[in-house]
Nanobody, 119 residues
């Protein structure tokens, strides 16, 4: 199983980023997928999840209305579109195999991509 996140970077408040998670080593369309983030010095926070149908989506209250999770099974890729970014969104973002509605086990995460939101 390999999960490789990309698309992070630095952005000003109000800006947007699109994160990607390229999956390999398993049958992607058999699994729901999850995004998790961890800010410096803080514990991990569950962000969003998506079912195998690509329609069932779930969001933390802190990101609902601003973030959109999606998947492209033909490309074995998970996405997180992040709009109206705030400084408190600064964190390392990880994707995880499986549909979790809370923080998944650490061994299910990829290596992460860093997002920094500041003026």
């Amino acid at each position: 199983v390999q999960l490789v996140e990309s698309g992070g970077g630095m952005v000003q408040p109000g800006g947007s980023l699109r994160l990607s998670c390229a999956a390999s080593g398993f049958t992607f369309n058999y699994y729901g997928m999850t995004w998790v983030r961890q800010a410096p010095g803080k514990g991990p926070e569950w962000v969003s999840a998506i079912g195998t149908d690509g329609v069932s989506t779930y969001y933390a209250a802190s990101v609902k209305g601003r973030f959109t999770i999606s998947r492209d099974d033909a490309k074995n890729t998970l996405y997180l579109q992040m709009n109206s970014l705030k400084p408190e969104d600064t964190a390392r973002y990880y994707c995880a195999r499986g549909l979790f509605l809370s923080v998944p086990p650490r061994n299910a995460w990829g290596q992460g991509t860093q997002v920094a939101v500041f003026s």
